[in-house]
């Protein structure tokens, strides 16, 4: 009898999919792109250089894009390209191309008024990234997960600023 042998990998990630059906099926169902429009503008990263921060764009045809930048002694160290769009089951996927590193998923597991939630437990670090929205014109960015088995948290305060003047910055 020829009996196929899949991976602990495997099964996990056939488990992952699995959950993912089920969430975005039940818990997101009715997520639109307008729902987290609150990320909208420009936000300078708190104690950041000059062009430290992140851009999104208005909600519009079902989906939000971004870009970050971190500077550091007038010179971009990092950057990235981000887009959140909406499933046709009414869920959300967050997808990140990170400076130097492959396009990552992540699926919307939560969303609030003032906070969203995404998850790929299959990916090395983070398995989690989040924006929370303490206030109009506040924005903190967070990614956390596990790092050769200790949990890891690093939170990115940001501020609203104009895009207009934060664009003329260095």
């Known amino acids: 009898m020829n ?3 899949i991976s602990w990998r495997q099964a996990r990630r056939g488990l992952y999919l699995a959950t993912i059906g089920l969430l975005v099926g039940t818990a997101s169902t009715g997520t639109e792109i307008s729902d987290v ?3 909208s503008g420009c936000w300078a990263s708190d104690g950041g250089e000059p062009g430290s921060g992140e851009q999104w764009t208005s909600p519009a045809g079902g989906s939000m894009f971004a870009v970050s930048r971190t500077v550091r002694n ?3 160290t990092a950057f990235e390209f981000v887009r959140i769009i909406e499933t046709e089951d009414g869920g959300l996927l967050y997808i990140a ?3 130097g590193q492959t396009l ?3 699926v919307m597991i939560s969303i609030s008024a003032d906070e969203v939630v995404f ?3 299959d990916h090395d670090f983070p398995q989690r990234v989040a924006y929370l929205r303490p206030s109009a014109d506040r924005l903190v960015g ?3 997960g596990a790092i050769n088995g200790q949990q890891r948290r690093i939170e990115f305060p940001m501020t609203a600023v104009d895009c207009a003047s934060s664009a003329a910055e260095k």
Do not use: Q
């Open 37 to 39: 429009s609150w990320l």
């Open 104 to 106: 990552t998923t992540f």
């Open 119 to 121: 998850e790929n437990p």
């Open 74 to 76: 007038d010179k971009t």
């Open 142 to 144: 967070r990614i956390e």
């Open 97 to 99: 191309l990170p400076s």
């Open 3 to 5: 009996r196929a042998r």
